[in-house]
């Protein structure tokens, strides 16, 4: 697998920013008597145009992306240089992963199993769709920990192998920040979100950062991606999700 798409497929799909028609206010009690008040995204479709910016060691890609959702089904996504042209396009379910490689004619299929493997951390549907609605990526259970600190309600939650902060403004009710780290080893997720911006009645991050750090044999190697959203859209009505891959790519 083409390292630089995949990772660029996972992190764009990792930072989209929440948007919803109607957002209401949850508070959640915990066994330590704490409540939790941030606002849950509710959706059924979403669109986004978006400028991305990958950095890898020496390595830096820009570019543009087209992403659409529909909830608990599916993520659709097409990335293109400035000039406009599609060079890789992309569609997630719960079971399945297919990215098509336009430049080389191939395209890749894989699981979410795979593609933990493959970054040596531990990612599967249901958190990449609660991370990328900016909603809390578990839901409050009686053992995790909330507190409270200047500005921000903290979220301490534990899940399989990860170990999961999470930060929520205490004005906008809106998570700020995501760390996830994985048990023995170094390999550390964060997520942050910034410049909340209006639409309707809601509001959502247009800016997001996403760094990675993960081990390599050749020792710990840090990735990060930009995300601008210039254009995001939420409806009842259904969107289209075309993708077909052509007879003459190669599988790898």
Not at 82 to 95: A, F, H, M, N, Y
Not at 131 to 156: A, C, F, H, W
Request: with cysteine; proline share 4%; hydrophobic share 35%.
């Amino acid at each position: 697998m083409n390292r630089i798409l995949i990772f660029i497929f996972l992190s764009m799909g990792l930072l989209l920013s929440a948007c919803s028609k109607k957002l209401s206010p949850t508070a959640t009690s915990t066994n330590k008597n704490k409540v939790l008040d941030v606002d849950e995204v509710d959706f059924e479709y979403f669109e986004s145009r978006t400028k991305i910016k990958y950095e890898e060691e020496r390595q830096k890609i820009s570019g543009n992306a087209n992403i659409r959702i529909k909830k608990d089904s599916l993520i659709w996504l097409s990335i293109s240089p400035s000039l406009g042209i599609e060079v890789t396009r992309s569609i997630i379910t719960p079971d399945t992963i297919i990215v098509i490689n336009r430049m080389d004619k191939e395209y890749y299929t894989f699981n979410f199993k795979q593609l933990s493997d493959y970054f040596s951390f531990q990612i599967d549907f249901n958190l990449l769709q609660s991370i990328l609605m900016d909603n809390l990526p578990i839901k409050i259970r009686p053992q995790d920990e909330i507190s409270t600190i200047p500005g921000y309600t903290k979220v301490n939650q534990k899940s399989g192998l990860l170990l999961i902060d999470s930060y929520i403004n205490s004005d906008l009710r809106k998570i700020e920040t995501v760390i996830i780290k994985e048990l023995f080893s170094q390999n550390q997720l964060s997520l942050k979100y910034s410049d909340f911006t209006q639409l309707e009645n809601t509001i959502f991050p247009k800016l997001c950062m996403v760094n990675l750090t993960y081990d390599t044999p050749n020792g710990p190697l840090v990735t990060s991606i930009d995300i601008e959203h210039s254009r995001v859209e939420v409806d009842d009505k259904a969107l289209k999700f075309p993708f077909s891959v052509p007879d003459k790519y190669v599988h790898k």
